[in-house]
């Protein structure tokens, strides 16, 4: 098994727009032709657009776009200009009289970081897939990440700031890779070695403490609902939509492993996987694998971000 870059999975293209000064952005994946996908969404707090399309008892074959975004459910908008976009190119499910792409949105909360009224539109994600390309590589603040925070349990004062990251890995023909916008309730942790890497800061803002530790200490804790980590899993792999299901399911493991707590009331976690290609595999090592690549993603967020909007992105501390 290797590490390989997000785009040599092969078969989409991804595109970025942001509003640097206001904070926030999007992200969207564009796959070459109309793909098997599925969605789990575990957080209590989500704003989605057409998930639905990915339950396995729904007719959808597949869809044409996912939009990751800031702007809480102010920006679910924005998918009106993906949907534009490829309807522009005659891409879509064909009605007699249009093609109507079909486009899954989910969004993070991103409001409190920068200006409040800038929020991702239609004109930016008609931008965002203006902008897409087979060797983007951009990770941190950009896109989706640009307004992403971390570590919230007690609200924006003693967060970070998090971004985008991806990491892709292939063992023989198969290749597997994640694309994830981390903005967490909770820490950031590396697996492997047990060490939290990012999230709540001491009250001097010089190094970090447990936003589990601080949970327990509250009987009655007001959690701070400006969360959500979206992700991506795509694979070259040739699944069913309910497999593509049971491989996004299986991916949280790598949310669980990575970020603590996780999957709260306060949160709206969610993660797409897609399939791009015609490998032959089983769905339980996809699975597997979507795990490890989301949770190194996550922590290649951490390592990409800078410092901005007043809070400490710089790794380490």
């Known amino acids: 098994m290797k590490e390989i870059g997000f785009m040599e999975v092969g078969k989409f293209k991804i595109g970025h727009a942001q509003d640097v000064e206001g904070a926030t952005g999007c992200t969207v994946f564009l796959p070459d032709e109309c793909a098997v996908a599925g969605v789990d969404i575990r957080g209590g707090g989500p704003a989605s657009r057409e998930a639905h399309l990915l339950d396995s008892q729904m007719a959808a074959t597949g869809i044409h776009a996912i939009l990751l975004s800031g702007g809480s459910a102010f920006g679910l908008d924005a998918a009106g200009g993906v949907m534009q976009f490829l309807e522009e190119r005659n891409i879509g499910f064909d009605v007699g009289v249009t093609k109507v792409p079909l486009v899954c949105q989910s969004s ?49 004062k003693y967060a970070m700031k998090c971004g985008l990251g991806t990491y892709a890995t292939q063992l023989g023909d198969i290749k597997v890779g994640a694309l994830v916008a981390v903005n967490a309730l909770g820490d950031i942790y590396n697996p492997e070695t047990g060490k939290q890497v990012a999230g709540l800061l001491t009250p001097n803002k010089t190094s970090l403490r447990s936003s589990e530790s601080v949970l327990y200490e509250q009987t009655q804790p007001n959690l701070f609902t400006g969360n959500t980590t979206l992700g991506i899993v795509v694979t070259n792999c040739k699944f069913s939509k309910s497999e593509m299901n049971k491989i996004a ?57 800078k410092s901005a909007y007043g809070f400490k992105g710089d790794y380490p501390l």
């Open 249 to 305: 399911s299986m991916a949280h493991n790598g949310y669980a492993r990575a970020i603590s707590p996780v999957h709260t009331t306060a949160d709206g976690d969610s993660i797409y996987a897609v399939s791009t290609g015609e490998v032959e595999s089983d769905v339980n090592v996809i699975g597997t694998l979507a795990s490890r690549v989301i949770e190194k993603a996550i922590l290649s967020a951490v390592l990409h971000t």
């Open 108 to 156: 993070l909360f991103d409001l409190m970081v920068g200006d409040m009224k800038a929020r991702p539109n239609k004109e930016m994600a008609y931008e965002a897939c203006q902008n897409a390309s087979y060797n983007e590589n951009e990770q941190g603040n950009i896109g989706a990440g640009t307004g992403c925070t971390v570590g919230k349990v007690l609200g924006p």
